[in-house]
């Protein structure tokens, strides 16, 4: 078990392919196909070419804040894709990739971040909660979920994403405690991308790691490299046969970068170095994927110029699309609170329609 080797109290952690896309660790390098990878790939690029395109158009007066993932790809793809359809997902507002690995609708993403509740409709067969925005409350509705799954017995998971900052929250210790204690088959997933908004890594906790957080909770954790798509999807997809044969939660590290701003109303330039930011930028999970199938041979430059171009015009053309949806009416609230209006709510629906009529003669 991978958590048996990589020691995270000794700052060990795990990694399979280095910054350059070369295999350091082939004894542990996962059985995965080309073209899973290249999927793997498709979609990091994808996540990438939205993020830079909606960072234009909320400049634009087109788009309200949102919350790049841009750098932390290759653990949101790497992760989701180790799961099965069956499988549930409670996340945080930054793991795009992964909503887009798990087939949410890139509209709906779009129309979320222009305020339209219709954002957050998740098609049926896709096991996803909503964005949640209070920091660490996902990964209580994820032990919930989990729980839920014991009792039916079940045979699924549920994953679990959570930022550094995030595991400072009362409702993060609350949720990994709770697993541990009832042996849930939970995956927490940090995602350290080393800064809680402009707080460093180094001022959030005295721990050596994020990972050793699981120590205490008795469950078993491990710290990886969070930009080697390898390292994620081994170490989760050990995670998920944990879980499957009843054994329990595990808490991952995932250790990576975060290069563009928290949201779009901050300015990381006032707390981070360009100096910093520069070498950082050098563990960026795409181009590391990108060089190991070059390397391959199943990637060159006329196939990437292709793509580039592909996901570019898919994303104007979707955003263009989202963009002429109507307003969404205030009857909305009524309607739509439950799958059918309570009295109650009829109630106050034919009082706002008088109301109306009032207002306008």
Same mark, same amino acid.
């Given at each position: 078990m991978l958590t048996e080797i990589y020691d995270?109290?000794?700052?060990?952690?795990?990694?399979?392919?280095?910054?350059?896309? &070369?295999? #350091?660790?082939?004894?542990?390098m996962p059985e995965i196909s080309d073209e899973l990878i290249l999927k793997m790939y498709r979609t990091m690029m994808l996540s990438r070419t939205q993020d830079e395109k909606s960072?234009?158009?909320?400049?634009?007066?087109?788009?309200? &804040?949102?919350?790049?993932?841009?750098?932390?790809?290759?653990?949101? #793809?790497?992760?989701?894709?180790?799961?099965?359809?069956?499988?549930? #997902?409670?996340?945080?507002?930054?793991?795009?990739?992964?909503?887009?690995?798990?087939?949410? *609708?890139?509209?709906?993403?779009?129309?979320?971040?222009?305020?339209?509740?219709?954002?957050?409709?998740? *098609? !049926?067969? #896709?096991?996803?909660? *909503?964005?949640?925005v209070p920091i660490g409350t996902q990964c209580n509705h994820a032990v919930?979920?989990?729980?839920?799954?014991?009792? $039916?017995k079940q045979n699924s998971v549920v994953l679990a994403y959570i930022g550094d900052g995030g595991t400072s929250e009362g409702e993060f210790y609350e949720a990994i405690n709770y697993a541990g204690a009832m042996n849930t088959p939970n995956i927490f997933i940090i995602q350290n991308n080393q800064f809680a908004i402009s707080t460093p890594r180094s001022l959030q906790t005295k721990a050596k790691t994020l990972a050793q957080k699981g120590v205490a909770a008795g469950i078993p954790c491990i710290q990886v490299d969070g930009n080697d798509i390898f390292a994620v999807y081994a170490a989760v997809k050990e995670a998920v046969e944990r879980g499957r044969?009843?054994?329990g939660p595990t808490l991952i590290e995932a250790v990576t970068y975060r290069i563009g701003p928290h949201t779009t109303?901050?300015?990381? &330039?006032? @707390? $981070?170095?360009? %100096?910093?930011?520069?070498?950082?930028?050098?563990t960026d999970p795409i181009i590391r994927t990108k060089n190991y199938m070059i390397e391959k041979g199943i990637w060159d430059d006329e196939k990437e110029t292709s793509l580039k171009e592909e996901l570019e015009n898919l994303v104007?053309?979707?955003?263009?699309?989202?963009?002429?949806? *109507?307003? &969404?009416?205030? %009857?909305?609230?009524?309607?739509?609170?439950?799958?059918?209006?309570?009295?109650?709510?009829? !109630?106050? @629906?034919? %009082? @706002?329609?008088?109301?109306?009529? $009032? $207002?306008?003669?």
């Open positions: 995270p109290l000794k700052g060990e952690m795990f990694q399979v392919m280095d910054q350059t896309g &070369t295999i #350091v660790n082939k004894d542990y960072l234009q158009y909320q400049r634009q007066g087109r788009m309200l &804040t949102f919350a790049p993932s841009m750098g932390q790809e290759g653990v949101q #793809v790497a992760s989701a894709a180790a799961i099965e359809k069956t499988d549930w #997902v409670s996340s945080a507002f930054r793991e795009n990739a992964t909503w887009l690995w798990l087939g949410q *609708p890139m509209e709906n993403l779009f129309l979320y971040w222009i305020g339209s509740e219709e954002g957050s409709r998740i *098609p !049926e067969d #896709v096991n996803l909660l *909503p964005i949640a919930g979920i989990g729980m839920s799954i014991k009792f $039916r044969n009843g054994e109303a901050d300015d990381p &330039t006032i @707390y $981070r170095t360009d %100096e910093y930011h520069q070498e950082m930028l050098k104007e053309e979707t955003f263009k699309k989202i963009e002429q949806t *109507p307003d &969404t009416s205030l %009857e909305d609230i009524f309607k739509y609170t439950y799958a059918e209006m309570t009295e109650n709510l009829k !109630e106050q @629906y034919e %009082e @706002y329609k008088a109301f109306l009529q $009032r $207002r306008d003669k």
